[in-house]
């Protein structure tokens, strides 16, 4: 099930507001569609990030992929934890998965995003 | 696209399938890294119907093959087989193959997928017309069925015992009361067998042995094994503009007879760089077409294949370097599209406890 607490991106990221953070990852799909997951380079912290933009990359056995911002930001975390076992992110995508959080976001930015059912329709439209 | 005798097995497994050499193949199952290691540690089953199987057959059969090959097929005895090159006038690689000597006159000879048209035309070309050349790939079903596991479900399924096969040979068995042949190769590194028969045979081989404990593994595992054991893949390492030499398969050239493509394949002149290994110093992966380069950016050599190695736990690369840069334990940068990689020179293969040339009678 995609959770309805989060927004999601055309290139199939998500992001969930937690207070004054963003929080960041790829959606169950992305992983899947990657297959085993065995790198992930991490944005600095303190980075700021525009909408649309890649911030970070995510490798995959066969192929390496651009992780892009969902919303407007600054980097205000990492998750150490998937660098050193990048596999977490196919296991637990929405949840120990995250990749990073943002601070001073744009809000705005949120409302060009989907919800979990319209990210879902978004998913079989392309398949 | 074509699809294998397979392909409904494929779907029915659940495979993430993709285009290769033609045809709608299987990349994974379950995963790479877990396939990988089915391969590794237990017994995994590939799909390779997609390659192409010729039969030689006549009294001038030998000396033709010995003219198209790079390998010395007269000193191949029956029930053996070697791996060579067919290469073109420049040296460069047509394809390259595995030939089986079935008898003093009849050869048996296996190709990749989507060379195996232009190789039957090329070799029909440059043989005698007395030697009978038939094309069975469309008829001939195969799976390669690999990993230290693999040689008790072999041997349970099989008719007659394969205890006495040694590592590149080969015999007729027989499987549901219809013959088969099976020969101690593969593309893994481990213990393993390839085995040719017809589409209903390889059906129930498939679900025989997946009722014993083998898994399928797909092309995405198929190219990481082969890639930890420095196997070449057409295409990649090989292509009709790289001379077969700096490929550093030597036994696969001989230096002592004359084929198409020798004079410049053994020309040390010709041979500027060599294939060589390269692990990186972290899992972040090289990838085909990027730069080996030294340290002032200037390019040295040219990544061929590169991946995560499950095995090792960081990337390793397959690269044409310049000839005197090959040196092993020697630091080399590799500019990808993003940023720049290090690593340093490796033997190969990169994963050293491969089980393929190990004693048969340890895995029964």
């Given at each position: 099930?995609?959770?309805?607490?989060?927004?999601?991106?055309?290139?199939?990221?998500?992001?969930?507001?937690?207070?004054?953070?963003?929080?960041?990852?790829?959606?169950?799909?992305?992983?899947?569609?990657?297959?085993?997951?065995?790198?992930?380079?991490?944005?600095?912290?303190?980075?700021?990030?525009?909408?649309?933009?890649?911030?970070?990359?995510?490798?995959?056995?066969?192929?390496?992929?651009?992780?892009?911002?969902?919303?407007?930001?600054?980097?205000?975390?990492?998750?150490?934890?998937?660098?050193?076992?990048?596999?977490?992110?196919?296991?637990?995508?929405?949840?120990?998965?995250?990749?990073?959080?943002?601070?001073?976001?744009?809000?705005?930015?949120?409302?060009?995003?989907?919800?979990?059912?319209?990210?879902?329709?978004?998913?079989?439209?392309?398949? | 696209?074509?699809?294998?005798?397979?392909?409904?097995?494929?779907?029915?497994?659940?495979?993430?399938?993709?285009?290769?050499?033609?045809?709608?193949?299987?990349?994974?199952?379950?995963?790479?890294?877990?396939?990988?290691?089915?391969?590794?540690?237990?017994?995994?089953?590939?799909?390779?119907?997609?390659?192409?199987?010729?039969?030689?057959?006549?009294?001038?059969?030998?000396?033709?093959?010995?003219?198209?090959?790079?390998?010395?097929?007269?000193?191949?005895?029956?029930?053996?087989?070697?791996?060579?090159?067919?290469?073109?006038?420049?040296?460069?690689?047509?394809?390259?193959?595995?030939?089986?000597?079935?008898?003093?006159?009849?050869?048996?000879?296996?190709?990749?997928a989507s060379t195996k048209d232009?190789?039957?035309?090329?070799?029909?070309?440059?043989?005698?017309?007395?030697?009978?050349?038939?094309?069975?790939?469309?008829?001939?079903?195969?799976?390669?069925?690999?990993?230290?596991?693999?040689?008790?479900?072999?041997?349970?399924?099989?008719?007659?015992?394969?205890?006495?096969?040694?590592?590149?040979?080969?015999?007729?068995?027989?499987?549901?009361?219809?013959?088969?042949?099976?020969?101690?190769?593969?593309?893994?590194?481990?213990?393993?067998?390839?085995?040719?028969?017809?589409?209903?045979?390889?059906?129930?081989?498939?679900?025989?042995?997946?009722?014993?404990?083998a898994k399928p593994a797909g092309?995405?595992?198929?190219?990481?094994?082969?890639?930890?054991?420095?196997?070449?893949?057409?295409?990649?390492?090989?292509?009709?503009?790289?001379?077969?030499?700096?490929?550093?398969?030597?036994?696969?050239?001989?230096?002592?007879?004359?084929?198409?493509?020798?004079?410049?394949?053994?020309?040390?002149?010709?041979?500027?760089?060599?294939?060589?290994?390269?692990?990186?110093?972290?899992?972040?992966?090289?990838?085909?077409?990027?730069?080996?380069?030294?340290?002032?950016?200037?390019?040295?050599?040219?990544?061929?294949?590169?991946?995560?190695?499950?095995?090792?736990?960081?990337?390793?690369?397959?690269?044409?370097?310049?000839?005197?840069?090959?040196?092993?334990?020697?630091?080399?940068?590799?500019?990808?599209?993003?940023?720049?990689?290090?690593?340093?020179?490796?033997?190969?293969?990169?994963?050293?406890?491969?089980?393929?040339?190990?004693?048969?009678?340890?895995?029964?």
């Amino acid at each position: 099930m995609t959770p309805n607490d989060r927004k999601f991106t055309k290139t199939h990221e998500w992001v969930k507001i937690d207070g004054d953070r963003a929080l960041v990852g790829i959606s169950d799909h992305a992983q899947d569609s990657l297959g085993d997951i065995t790198f992930v380079e991490l944005p600095s912290v303190g980075k700021k990030m525009t909408t649309g933009k890649a911030c970070c990359v995510i490798e995959s056995v066969k192929a390496a992929s651009d992780i892009n911002a969902p919303v407007s930001g600054e980097i205000a975390s990492v998750n150490r934890d998937v660098q050193s076992q990048p596999e977490i992110i196919n296991k637990d995508p929405y949840g120990k998965g995250w990749i990073f959080t943002l601070k001073d976001f744009s809000k705005a930015d949120l409302d060009g995003l989907m919800d979990s059912k319209s990210y879902e329709a978004f998913v079989s439209s392309e398949a | 696209m074509k699809k294998t005798f397979f392909y409904d097995t494929h779907i029915a497994l659940g495979a993430k399938m993709a285009p290769f050499g033609g045809y709608d193949m299987p990349i994974q199952y379950d995963g790479i890294v877990k396939e990988h290691f089915y391969a590794r540690q237990g017994a995994a089953l590939f799909d390779t119907c997609h390659m192409g199987e010729f039969r030689f057959e006549g009294k001038n059969a030998r000396a033709d093959l010995d003219h198209v090959l790079s390998c010395k097929v007269s000193s191949i005895k029956p029930g053996q087989c070697k791996y060579g090159f067919i290469c073109n006038p420049h040296g460069g690689v047509i394809d390259d193959q595995i030939i089986y000597r079935l008898a003093d006159d009849a050869f048996f000879m296996v190709v990749n997928a989507s060379t195996k048209d232009h190789d039957f035309e090329w070799i029909v070309s440059n043989i005698s017309s007395g030697t009978k050349a038939i094309n069975l790939s469309a008829e001939t079903a195969k799976i390669d069925i690999q990993g230290p596991r693999c040689a008790k479900i072999v041997k349970k399924l099989l008719e007659k015992p394969v205890d006495g096969l040694a590592y590149y040979s080969f015999m007729l068995n027989a499987y549901r009361n219809k013959e088969l042949l099976i020969s101690r190769t593969g593309y893994t590194g481990e213990i393993g067998f390839e085995i040719f028969c017809d589409k209903e045979q390889a059906l129930a081989f498939w679900n025989d042995s997946m009722e014993l404990g083998a898994k399928p593994a797909g092309l995405g595992a198929r190219d990481t094994l082969r890639l930890e054991m420095g196997y070449p893949l057409y295409g990649h390492e090989l292509g009709e503009n790289r001379n077969a030499a700096e490929s550093g398969f030597a036994r696969a050239i001989a230096s002592d007879k004359e084929f198409i493509g020798s004079t410049t394949v053994c020309s040390a002149s010709a041979v500027t760089h060599m294939l060589s290994g390269v692990i990186l110093d972290d899992r972040r992966a090289a990838r085909a077409g990027d730069a080996v380069v030294d340290e002032n950016d200037g390019e040295t050599g040219l990544i061929t294949s590169g991946s995560f190695s499950p095995s090792l736990g960081r990337a390793v690369a397959l690269a044409y370097i310049r000839k005197d840069l090959c040196v092993t334990g020697a630091r080399v940068c590799v500019r990808t599209g993003r940023n720049k990689l290090a690593g340093l020179i490796s033997d190969l293969p990169f994963y050293k406890q491969a089980t393929a040339r190990k004693r048969l009678s340890e895995y029964l």
